[in-house]
C-alpha cells in the first residue's frame, strides 16, 4: 500500500509529492546516470542522459519484479540547476513517459561534479513492492 503524505492546507507540489508512507518489499537503487547498459555516454545532452538514466532506473526496477509506480523515493543530483530549471518542461515530458504520474518524493540537487566526467545527471531511487498507487 502506497499513501501520500499531503497536510491539506499546504500549496500541492507540481511533478512530485512531498512525502509517501508504504509497506511492502523495499528496492534501493544505486544512483543512475545517462550511459547505456554498457556504460558507453551517448549523449553530452542533458533531456537525453535523463531519458537514459530513467530507462536504466526502469530496467533494474525489472530485475526485483518492480515497476515505476512502486518508486516512492527519488534524488536527482544534477551539474547545472539553470539548465534543469530551463529545460523543465521536456525533461518533465521524458519522466512522464518512462515513469508516469505517480505521488514521488523527490528532492533535487546541485552538485559540484558527479564521479563520471561526461554525466550530468545522477537519479537514486527507492521502491517498495507492493505500494500499488491505485490504493492511495
Do not use: C
Not at 537503487?29 to 555516454?41: N, R
Not at 540547476?81 to 546541485?110: C, H, N, P, S, W
Not at 507492493?130 to 490504493?135: E, K, L, S, V, Y
Amino acid at each position: 500500500m502506497k499513501q501520500i503524505l499531503q497536510p491539506p492546507h499546504w500549496a500541492r507540489p507540481k511533478g512530485y509529492a512531498n512525502g509517501v508512507a508504504a509497506t511492502g518489499r523495499h528496492i534501493f537503487l544505486a544512483g543512475m546516470i545517462g550511459w547505456d547498459t554498457q556504460g558507453v555516454f551517448h549523449s553530452d545532452d542533458l533531456v537525453a542522459q535523463v531519458r537514459q538514466a530513467l530507462q536504466n532506473v526502469v530496467e533494474v526496477l525489472a530485475e526485483a519484479g518492480a515497476r515505476p509506480e512502486h518508486i516512492t523515493r527519488m534524488t536527482w543530483y544534477l551539474t547545472d540547476k539553470r539548465e534543469y530549471a530551463a529545460r523543465a518542461r521536456e525533461i518533465g515530458t521524458v519522466f512522464r513517459e518512462l515513469i508516469g504520474d505517480f505521488g514521488i518524493a523527490m528532492t533535487a540537487v546541485q552538485v559540484a561534479a558527479l564521479i563520471e566526467d561526461r554525466a550530468q545527471v545522477e537519479i537514486e531511487v527507492t521502491a517498495v513492492l507492493g505500494a500499488d498507487p491505485n490504493q492511495v
